[in-house]
C-alpha cells in the first residue's frame, strides 16, 4: 500500500506538467522575401508582387492585399501559386503611380493558423515620405468560440469511442461469463453513440475551419466544400473522416462476431480484434499529422509522443464514461458484483494509461516549451496550467477510487454492504472525474487552437530592458560599452528606424559591425536580421519593415568591435498598431 500511494503521488506531481492532447507547433508560414522588396524605393510600376513563404501556401486561403495611401485597391486579381514553387503567392497589379504602397497578407499555416503580416514599398523617383497607413482588420485566430465548441466534440466523441471499445471488447468482457444474465449491450449502444457523433461532428468541423480560413459562411456549402480538401488541415481531417468509418465498420464485425460467454476466443474474433486496432491505430495517428505535431522538430518523436498521449487519454475518459454506462445500465441486485469484476480490471489498465499520459505529456513540455515562464506570460501557457489544473484534481479523484472503491468493491463477497457504499461513491466519484477529464479536453482544445509560444521566449530572461509602446529612447550599458537605442515610430507594419549610439569609455566606437536581429515572441515566425550601416562616428542606424506585426519582439544588436570581444545587447520591445 505505501508502495501504491508513492507511485500516485508521483503521479499527481507530474500531471502538473502534462499535456492533454496534441501540443505546440515550432513554426508558423513565415515571409521569407518578397518582390518589390519591403520598404524599397522602385523606379517604375511592378507588374506583380511576389511573396515567398517557409511552407507550401494555399492561395484559396490567402489574402493579399495592394493598397495606395488613400486607401484604394491596386491588385489586378487573386493571388496564386508560382509555377514550380508552392511556397510563393504572386498577385498581379495594376499600373502604379509615384508614391508609397502598402501590403498586407493573411495566410493560413499548415497546422491550421492563420498568420498575417504587413509591409511598404513605394514607386519613384521621388515619393515623398510614407504615409501613416491603416492595416486592416482580419480575423487570425483559431480560437473562435464555435470552433473550439465543433473540434472540443471531435476529439471527445472520438476518444470516447476508442476506449469504450477497448472496454467492450477487453475489459469489460469477461463480466458475461462470470456473472450470469449480464450484458455488455449497454456499452455497446455507447459506443455506437461516441463513433457516430464522431462521424457527423468531423465533416462539420472542418466546414467550420474552411468557411473562416476563406471567410465566408458555414452554410454556404456550395462554395466552401469544395475547399475542404485545398488546406493540408482539412485533408487530415477529411483523412480522419475515411478511417472513423473504417474504424466504426471494423469494430462493428469484431463486436458482433464476439462471444462473451466463450472464455477463449475463436481466430475470427482475434482477426476481426486486430482488424479494428489497426484502425484505431491509424485514427490516433492523424491528428498529429494535421496539427501541430507534424510541423514540430524531431517529427517522428513529436508525432510518436502525440499518438501515445491521444491513446492513453482514451482509454481514460472512455473507460470513465463505460462504468458510469455499465451502473446505469446493471440491475441493482446485482450492480455490485458486476462493478467488482469490472473496477479492479479497469483501475489497473486506467493506472498504466494515466501513467503514460503524465510521461508523454513531460516529454512533449520539455519539447515545445521554451521557459517555464512561458505558462504564465502567453495565453497559451495560461490555457495550460488551466488544463493542468483540472488534470490534477481528476487525478485526485482517481486515487481515492483506487485506494477505497477498488479494494472493497473487490472484497464484495465477504463485505457486501461495504461494497455496496463504495458502488454509491464510485458513481459519485467517477461522474466528478468524468467532468473534470472532459473540461480538460475542451482546454486541450483551446490550447492546441491557440499560437504556440515562440522559441524566442528563451531569450526573454537575458533582456538588459524593456521598451514600448510608441517611440523608443533607451540607454543601457554593457561593461565599458554605452549604448543609446532609437527605434521611431515603433509601429508594426511600417519602415521603422532603428538606431543605437555606441561609446566605450566615453568615446564614440567607430566601424564596428552592428546587426539587428528580430524575432516575434508572441507566436513562432522566421527570424528577420538587418545591418545597420554607421552614419556617422559610434552612430549605426538603417530603416527596415522588420515589426511586421503588432506584439512582443524581441531586438538583439550583434555589435563587433573593429578591437575588441564582440558582444549581444537583447532588449523587449512592444510595437503598437
Known amino acids: 500500500m505505501t508502495a501504491r500511494r508513492g507511485a500516485l503521488a508521483a503521479l499527481a506531481a507530474g500531471s502538473a506538467v502534462a499535456l492533454v492532447l496534441p501540443a505546440a507547433a515550432s513554426a508558423h508560414a513565415a515571409l521569407l522575401r518578397t518582390v518589390p522588396s519591403a520598404s524599397v524605393v522602385v523606379n517604375s510600376s511592378p507588374g506583380r508582387l511576389a511573396l515567398?513563404?517557409?511552407?507550401?501556401?494555399?492561395?484559396?486561403?490567402?489574402?493579399?492585399?495592394?493598397?495606395?495611401?488613400?486607401?484604394?485597391?491596386?491588385?489586378?486579381?487573386?493571388?496564386?501559386?508560382?509555377?514550380?514553387?508552392?511556397?510563393?503567392l504572386v498577385t498581379p497589379l495594376r499600373f502604379l503611380g509615384e508614391g508609397w504602397y502598402l501590403v498586407f497578407w493573411r495566410v493560413i499555416s499548415a497546422d491550421g493558423h492563420p498568420v498575417r503580416g504587413a509591409f511598404t514599398f513605394a514607386v519613384g523617383p521621388n515619393p515623398g515620405p510614407a504615409?501613416?497607413?491603416?492595416?486592416?482588420?482580419?480575423?487570425?485566430?483559431?480560437?473562435?468560440?464555435?470552433?473550439?465548441?465543433?473540434?472540443?466534440?471531435?476529439?471527445?466523441?472520438?476518444?470516447?469511442?476508442?476506449?469504450?471499445?477497448?472496454?467492450?471488447?477487453?475489459?469489460?468482457?469477461?463480466?458475461?461469463?462470470?456473472?450470469?444474465?449480464s450484458s455488455l449491450r449497454a456499452v455497446t449502444v455507447a459506443f455506437a453513440v461516441a463513433i457516430g457523433l464522431a462521424l457527423v461532428a468531423t465533416p462539420v468541423y472542418v466546414d467550420l475551419a474552411t468557411a473562416q480560413f476563406a471567410l465566408r459562411s458555414a452554410f454556404d456549402l456550395g462554395a466552401v466544400v469544395p475547399l475542404a480538401r485545398d488546406s493540408s488541415f482539412g485533408r487530415g481531417y477529411l483523412d480522419l473522416e475515411l478511417l472513423l468509418a473504417l474504424f466504426a465498420l471494423a469494430a462493428g464485425i469484431a463486436i458482433a462476431v464476439d462471444r462473451p460467454s466463450r472464455r477463449v476466443r475463436s481466430a475470427a474474433e482475434l482477426l476481426a480484434i486486430i482488424g479494428a486496432v489497426a484502425a484505431a491505430a491509424a485514427v490516433l495517428l492523424v491528428p498529429g499529422l494535421a496539427g501541430h505535431a507534424s510541423q514540430t522538430s524531431?517529427?517522428?518523436?513529436?508525432?510518436?509522443?502525440?499518438?501515445?498521449?491521444?491513446?492513453?487519454?482514451?482509454?481514460?475518459?472512455?473507460?470513465?464514461?463505460?462504468?458510469?454506462?455499465?451502473?446505469?445500465?446493471?440491475?441493482?441486485?446485482?450492480?455490485?458484483?458486476a462493478l467488482s469484476v469490472v473496477?479492479?480490471?479497469?483501475?489497473?489498465?486506467?493506472?498504466?494509461?494515466?501513467?503514460?499520459?503524465?510521461?508523454?505529456?513531460?516529454?512533449?513540455?520539455?519539447?515545445?516549451?521554451?521557459?517555464?515562464?512561458?505558462?504564465?506570460?502567453?495565453?497559451?501557457?495560461?490555457?495550460l496550467v488551466l488544463k493542468i489544473a483540472l488534470l490534477v484534481l481528476a487525478v485526485a479523484l482517481a486515487s481515492v477510487n483506487l485506494l477505497r472503491t477498488r479494494p472493497r468493491l473487490a472484497a464484495a463477497a465477504v463485505a457486501p454492504e461495504a461494497a455496496s457504499r463504495a458502488s454509491g461513491l464510485l458513481r459519485r466519484l467517477v461522474g466528478a472525474e468524468v467532468g473534470l477529464v472532459l473540461a480538460a479536453v475542451f482546454a486541450a482544445g483551446v490550447l492546441s487552437s491557440l499560437a504556440p509560444p515562440s522559441k524566442a521566449l528563451a531569450q526573454v530572461g537575458k533582456a538588459i530592458a524593456k521598451v514600448g509602446p510608441g517611440p523608443v529612447t533607451r540607454v543601457v550599458e554593457k561593461g565599458p560599452y554605452r549604448l543609446d537605442f532609437h527605434v521611431q515610430p515603433n509601429r508594426a507594419a511600417l519602415p521603422n528606424s532603428f538606431a543605437v549610439g555606441?561609446?566605450?569609455?566615453?568615446?564614440?566606437?567607430?566601424?564596428?559591425?552592428?546587426?539587428?536581429?528580430?524575432?516575434?515572441?508572441?507566436?513562432?515566425?522566421?527570424?528577420?536580421?538587418?545591418?545597420?550601416?554607421?552614419?556617422?562616428?559610434?552612430?549605426?542606424?538603417?530603416?527596415?519593415?522588420?515589426?511586421?506585426?503588432?506584439?512582443?519582439?524581441a531586438l538583439t544588436f550583434e555589435v563587433r568591435p573593429r578591437r575588441g570581444s564582440p558582444f549581444d545587447v537583447l532588449i523587449v520591445d512592444r510595437a503598437s498598431g
Open 52 to 88: 515567398t513563404y517557409s511552407e507550401p501556401i494555399e492561395p484559396r486561403f490567402a489574402i493579399v492585399s495592394v493598397t495606395d495611401a488613400g486607401g484604394h485597391q491596386v491588385s489586378d486579381g487573386r493571388p496564386a501559386r508560382a509555377a514550380g514553387d508552392p511556397r510563393q
Open 131 to 181: 504615409p501613416q497607413f491603416v492595416i486592416p482588420s482580419v480575423s487570425e485566430t483559431a480560437a473562435k468560440p464555435s470552433l473550439l465548441f465543433a473540434r472540443w466534440i471531435v476529439f471527445l466523441s472520438v476518444m470516447s469511442a476508442l476506449g469504450l471499445f477497448l472496454l467492450r471488447i477487453a475489459i469489460a468482457r469477461p463480466l458475461v461469463s462470470r456473472l450470469p444474465g
Open 298 to 337: 524531431p517529427r517522428g518523436f513529436s508525432l510518436a509522443l502525440d499518438w501515445v498521449h491521444l491513446l492513453a487519454g482514451s482509454i481514460w475518459v472512455g473507460g470513465l464514461l463505460g462504468l458510469l454506462v455499465l451502473w446505469r445500465s446493471a440491475a441493482a441486485v446485482v450492480r455490485v458484483a
Open 343 to 383: 473496477v479492479p480490471r479497469f483501475s489497473r489498465i486506467a493506472l498504466a494509461s494515466v501513467i503514460v499520459l503524465v510521461g508523454s505529456g513531460i516529454g512533449a513540455s520539455l519539447v515545445h516549451l521554451p521557459t517555464l515562464g512561458s505558462l504564465w506570460q502567453t495565453n497559451y501557457g495560461k490555457a
Open 502 to 553: 555606441i561609446t566605450k569609455d566615453g568615446k564614440p566606437l567607430r566601424g564596428a559591425d552592428v546587426t539587428a536581429r528580430f524575432a516575434m515572441l508572441d507566436m513562432e515566425m522566421g527570424q528577420l536580421a538587418y545591418h545597420l550601416p554607421e552614419r556617422r562616428a559610434g552612430y549605426f542606424e538603417r530603416t527596415a519593415p522588420a515589426l511586421v506585426m503588432v506584439g512582443h519582439w
